[in-house]
């Protein structure tokens, strides 16, 4: 199917100008010639006025030219054109916290998100960031699933992460360990650089050895990044029922940000942990320091199929319409 996209709806809104000055031009063009009639007799008008060649149709022409310019910066595209993107970059997988603790409303500065709707915004900034990198999904609770294998597919990695919910892993609980084993897993075999692991959790490890996991992904070549989803001081964990889950004793259970325990692991693979906030720093520190530590790598290449872009012919229209403008002008007196 042939592309159509108009990058810049918004700005389909400034053709209302062009629209004006046509609208203006052609009804002051009628009082004139209204007005010469009441003055001058016909007989004596061509003696003393040399009448325009274009007429009204030197102002259409005015206001064609201007509505294809505003329509050109509006970005107008057209057509398919299919290109050939070769990734060099790193390997960045994606292990993301989906169990029950993540539907804590906690987050800092984001007042109404649940700690997984802000750990999915942050993976969708870090997709518009990414350049020649391949990504990769795991999500875990009480067990790990690799959700999306590593990808140079932006666009197909953004509809995974949108359409994750906890019940796309069954089993309660918060295995972090078992989530850094199958990431490590997930790269490619026999290759031991350009591979980080981007752990979006809460912290809290309720099955395996972390710290074994860990040493088995430094191993591997792989650093491990953290980004803490929560508060210290903890919140309820709301129950799909209606009201908050509760310990044998009747107490709310809290659900804390464990901010020690992702330190530990980062310092044991090389990585870093910063903790999520609303502004861009977070991600730009884990970013870069993905860039900065992790060697990068040939990633093959891809195909993208876009919309060609047709400003130039609209900006050519533009220019020869206000070329004939210019010759129908003509002069208006003697």
Do not use: C, N
């Amino acid at each position: 199917m042939t592309s159509f996209v108009i990058e810049r709806p918004w700005m389909l809104w400034f053709l209302a100008v062009p629209f004006l000055v046509t609208l203006v031009g052609i009804q002051g063009e009628r009082l004139g010639h209204s007005r010469l009639a009441r003055l001058v007799a016909p007989r004596l008008q061509p003696l003393l006025v040399t009448r325009s060649p274009g007429g009204f149709w030197r102002h259409i022409v005015i206001g064609a030219s201007l509505a294809a310019l505003v329509i050109a910066l509006a970005g107008v595209r057209y057509g398919d054109v299919e290109e050939e993107i070769r990734g060099r970059g790193v390997d960045v997988m994606v292990a993301l916290d989906v169990s029950d603790s993540m539907l804590a409303r906690d987050v800092e500065s984001d007042a109404g998100l649940t700690r997984l709707e802000r750990a999915k915004r942050e993976i969708l900034d870090l997709l518009a960031r990414l350049d020649g990198d391949r990504i990769g999904l795991v999500l875990f609770a009480g067990d790990a699933v690799l959700q999306l294998p590593l990808t140079l597919d932006y666009e197909a990695a953004a509809l995974f992460v949108r359409e994750v919910a906890p019940e796309l892993v069954s089993t309660k609980g918060t295995a972090v360990a078992k989530a850094i084993d199958v990431a490590t897993l997930a790269f490619d075999a026999g290759v031991a650089e350009g591979r980080a692991i981007i752990l979006i959790t809460d912290g809290e490890d309720t099955e395996g050895d972390v710290e074994t996991a860990a040493t088995k992904a430094k191993e591997a070549g792989v650093r491990v990044f953290g980004i803490g989803i929560g508060r210290s001081e903890g919140a309820p964990i709301p129950l799909a029922g209606g009201g908050f889950r509760r310990d044998t004793r009747g107490e709310m259970v809290l659900s804390r940000l464990d901010e020690a325990q992702l330190t530990r692991i980062a310092s044991a693979t090389g990585g870093d942990v910063v903790r999520s906030t609303s502004g861009d720093y977070d991600l730009e520190r884990i970013y870069a320091g993905i860039k900065a530590r992790v060697a990068a790598r040939e990633l093959g290449s891809r195909r993208r199929v876009h919309g060609k872009d047709r400003y130039r012919v609209l900006v050519s229209l533009a220019a020869a319409g206000l070329m004939l403008e210019s010759i129908l002008r003509g002069r208006r007196t003697r």
